[in-house]
């Protein structure tokens, strides 16, 4: 790991990722986490104010990055509820966690990043429970050509800067081909932000 991304990196991403339009979409899918719960990618734990505390069991908070799970910890601390938060130093490709184990996934702004999307998603399916659900919301390809052309153009420059991040993704696709079925799926581009980066796709998924 270089010196951008073990000191620049975090915070960049931190910053980022909590914008205001952001914050609007992880508050549209994160309070209806229920029962058992593991986060991919709880970064600087960004999402663990928009919990309902009063439906959950336990949350497993899983990030690979060691300079995220000091923020994220602190940011646990902050909350009345931070003992049933176990967090899990590992990357998604493979989930410490027993088969049919989780009632729900979280998955907000880190399918962009993951190295593995693939297997990261097939373990989602291995830990959940049967008629367990994953709620995500993502940034990524845009549906417009002109829009999309330039995110491929910048791709490639944009990646090193911003931890990895992918900005041609297809959540939606990323989540059918790992065999869920969508329910309840929304779309739109952010306002106040560039529409290579904005358009978002949220909603939940059930594993077919």
């Not at 975090?10 to 979409?25: D, E, N």
């Not at 991919?40 to 990030?63: H, R, V």
Request: aromatic share 8%; charged share 25%; hydrophobic share 45%.
């Amino acid at each position: 790991m270089g010196l951008w991304d073990k000191f620049v990196v975090p915070p960049l991403i931190s910053c980022a990722c909590a914008t205001k339009p952001i914050m609007k979409q992880r508050e549209k899918v994160v309070p209806l986490a229920t029962g058992t719960v593991l986060e991919l990618g709880c970064g600087s734990g960004t999402n663990f104010g928009f919990y309902d505390a009063s439906k959950l069991e336990k949350l497993y908070a899983l990030e690979p990055s060691p300079e995220m799970i000091v923020r994220a910890r602190k940011a646990a601390s902050e909350l009345g509820w931070a003992d049933r938060i176990e967090f899990l130093e590992t990357g998604a490709e493979d989930v410490p966690l027993p088969d049919n184990s989780i009632d729900t996934v979280v998955i907000t702004f880190v399918l962009c990043t993951i190295p593995d999307w693939a297997g990261s998603l097939a373990e989602v399916r291995r830990v959940l429970k049967p008629g367990g659900k994953v709620l995500f919301s993502e940034h990524g390809l845009a549906p417009d050509q002109g829009v999309a052309k330039w995110q491929r153009r910048v791709e490639r420059f944009w990646k090193p800067l911003a931890g990895g991040c992918h900005l041609t993704r297809d959540a939606k696709a990323m989540l059918a081909d790992a065999g869920f079925v969508m329910e309840d799926v929304h779309t739109m581009y952010l306002p106040s932000t560039p529409k290579i980066a904005g358009y978002v796709s949220w909603g939940q998924a059930r594993a077919a």
